[in-house]
């Protein structure tokens, strides 16, 4: 998803340096067709939970960081994106509180679908996000705008909102832990197979029999 996104900035003008990472990408999907996400029964349907990250100032460009969010149910990850943000941060905090707010937005959304659906039970309670910025987390939780939030743009401040009204709840993570860290930059090989993994991915061959 990471990889998709990054190339998508280089559509206009693209050189052979990105076809080589497209024709890098083809390759990784022909050898994982069997790969896909195993969603396990569970007792009533489960809550919904999702992880934020960001990565700061990762576009040597022009220096915006990239956002990422994975939400999961039933064991498996059943939303996901990995976007660039609209405007240049001005610390890690910033830019995370902007990727919770993009999060918390896909909540929302999920949380009304689950709601027609008759999935209710999973979303009685506010929405548990994780996210690995402790700053980011109490600036969520404080209605005062002050020094380090001033430079953030006005439309992602919804998030306060969102978690006054309990709809959403920004819990501390690790991150080592952090799931999301997958949408949001390049990961060595060991990082990147252990976090795919987390996210439900296996070898679907394996259960053809069963």
């Given at each position: 998803?990471?990889?998709?996104?990054?190339?998508?900035?280089?559509?206009?003008?693209?050189?052979?340096?990105?076809?080589?990472?497209?024709?890098?990408?083809?390759?990784?999907?022909?050898?994982?067709?069997?790969?896909?996400?195993?969603?396990?029964?569970?007792?009533?349907?489960?809550s919904?939970?999702?992880?934020?990250?960001?990565?700061?100032?990762?576009?040597?460009?022009?220096?915006?960081s990239?956002?990422?969010?994975?939400?999961?149910?039933?064991?498996?990850?059943?939303?996901?994106?990995?976007k660039?943000?609209?405007?240049?941060?001005?610390?890690?905090?910033?830019?995370?509180?902007?990727?919770?707010?993009?999060?918390?937005?896909?909540?929302?959304?999920?949380?009304?679908?689950?709601?027609?659906?008759?999935?209710?039970?999973?979303?009685?309670?506010?929405?548990?996000?994780?996210?690995?910025?402790?700053?980011?987390?109490?600036?969520?939780?404080?209605?005062?705008?002050?020094?380090?939030?001033?430079?953030?743009?006005?439309?992602?401040?919804?998030?306060?909102?969102?978690?006054?009204?309990?709809?959403?709840?920004?819990?501390?993570?690790?991150?080592?832990?952090?799931?999301?860290?997958?949408?949001?930059?390049?990961?060595?090989?060991?990082?990147?197979?252990?976090?795919?993994?987390?996210?439900?991915?296996?070898?679907?061959?394996?259960?053809?029999?069963?």
């Amino acid at each position: 998803m990471f990889v998709v996104c990054l190339l998508s900035r280089y559509m206009e003008a693209p050189t052979k340096q990105h076809l080589l990472a497209a024709k890098r990408v083809l390759r990784f999907l022909k050898g994982t067709l069997t790969s896909g996400i195993w969603y396990k029964r569970e007792n009533g349907e489960g809550s919904l939970l999702g992880y934020t990250d960001s990565d700061y100032a990762g576009d040597s460009d022009d220096r915006k960081s990239t956002s990422g969010y994975i939400f999961f149910l039933a064991g498996g990850a059943v939303s996901w994106a990995s976007k660039k943000q609209p405007v240049v941060t001005l610390s890690t905090t910033e830019a995370e509180f902007v990727a919770a707010a993009y999060c918390a937005a896909q909540a929302v959304w999920l949380r009304r679908v689950l709601t027609e659906i008759g999935w209710e039970s999973s979303v009685k309670k506010a929405t548990e996000i994780r996210c690995d910025n402790s700053s980011t987390i109490k600036l969520s939780r404080n209605p005062v705008l002050h020094g380090r939030s001033k430079h953030i743009d006005v439309r992602f401040h919804f998030l306060r909102e969102l978690v006054r009204d309990e709809v959403v709840e920004l819990q501390q993570c690790g991150t080592r832990e952090q799931v999301a860290d997958i949408m949001t930059k390049a990961l060595s090989q060991e990082a990147f197979h252990r976090l795919r993994a987390e996210l439900g991915m296996c070898d679907l061959s394996e259960f053809e029999d069963q």
